[in-house]
């Protein structure tokens, strides 16, 4: 005879991973996950996939729930994208810190005072900046939205620095940067590093195009979080350093169990700061009370929704 799962006090049942499977059931809902998060949130997951994948994932998604397990600006392209679903988010406070960095009003005014420029946008903002946008871009296709435009055509690139510095400079294209960072990408240790690559001869360094352009030097394959998984796959190399957040790893290991993967840890080696606060304030814990209680739901003013969906668009379609 099975033993029945007894809730605990606060209604969180023992079996949390079985009431996620049944409520996923019985709401008609789909779980999308960010490779930074927990690995079992990760595990539960029907799709874990980098922005763009997430993004495009979204827009096809026939599901009535989607339950977000990402960040804020995440959930919001989700809603942008796919309006008539119901878009839940395990944590409402997961922000970012490349989004909170660029208030819609400030880039608006830099756009005043550039009006020839167009604005190509980092999909780690808010629906407000993406609104006033020209075109939006995530770390797979920035350089493929650069090119989209002519050789003449003055751009600003907001908010990451890093990614806009690295396109920049690889497509020999000066672009005007708004100086947002990632909080976990800046703070890479690089003597780490470079101590990490003389103990392992033959390593190869991968990092994710938001660290700071000293680390982006000195790596030997640049690419986003989808870009490092495929290079750790299919790379000759056995043994890799990782500048990038670390819940990549859980995929990394899962594709290739035969690699060595080492994370490059952050400045200050006692605390976990290259792991994105943000990513990690989702639990299954706060997956479970999503899908019981409906809540929270992202919701949308429906002008923002448009005007941000225009610029989405435009880079779907490249
Ligand atoms: P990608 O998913 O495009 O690699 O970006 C990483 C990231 O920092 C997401 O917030
Ligand atoms: Fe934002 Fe950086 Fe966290 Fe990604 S890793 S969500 S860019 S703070």
Redesign the pocket.
């Known amino acids: 005879m099975s033993t029945p799962d007894l809730s605990t006090p606060d209604g969180i049942p023992h079996d949390l991973l079985g009431a996620i499977e049944r409520l996923k059931k019985e709401r008609n809902a789909v779980i999308l996950a ?3 998060q927990e690995p079992d949130i990760q595990d539960v997951a029907d799709f874990i996939g ?3 994948q997430l993004a495009r994932a979204a827009q096809g998604s026939t599901a009535d729930v989607i339950l977000f397990c ?2 804020h600006f ?1 959930a919001e392209t989700a809603k942008i994208l796919n309006p008539t679903r119901t878009v839940l988010i395990p944590d409402m406070q997961a922000g ?1 810190s490349l989004a909170d960095a660029c208030p819609a009003p400030m880039l608006a005014r830099m756009k005043a005072k550039h009006p020839d420029h167009k604005v190509i946008s980092y ?2 903002c808010s629906a407000a900046v993406k609104a006033i946008s020209d075109v939006i871009c ?3 296709n920035a350089e493929k939205v650069v090119a989209s435009f002519p050789a003449d055509q003055p751009l600003i690139f907001a908010p990451d620095r890093n990614l806009g510095g690295y396109i920049a400079k690889k497509m020999n294209r000066p672009m005007l940067l708004w100086p947002g960072t ?1 909080m ?2 800046e703070t890479f240790n690089e003597r780490r590093m470079i101590e990490l690559q003389l103990q392992h001869p033959g390593s190869k360094i991968i990092a ?1 195009p ?1 660290c700071e352009p000293s680390l982006l030097e000195k790596a030997d394959f640049i690419g ?3 870009a490092l998984l495929d290079y750790v796959e299919h790379s000759p190399a056995s043994t890799f350093i990782i500048a ?2 670390p819940g990549i790893l859980h995929q990394m290991a899962k594709q290739a169990p035969t690699k060595t993967l080492i994370p490059l840890p952050g400045i200050d080696e006692t605390c976990a700061c290259n792991e ?1 606060p943000h ?1 990690k304030r989702n639990t299954l814990e706060k997956m479970y009370l999503a899908l019981r209680d409906m809540k929270p739901e992202l919701t949308m003013d429906e002008d923002l929704r448009v005007a941000a969906l225009k610029p989405l668009t435009r880079m779907l379609a490249l």
Do not use: A, Q, W
């Open positions: 960010h490779y930074y980098d922005s763009l990402g960040v995440m970012c999909i780690n995530t770390s797979s990632c976990v990408h994710h938001e986003s979080t989808s990038t957040e994105c990513m």
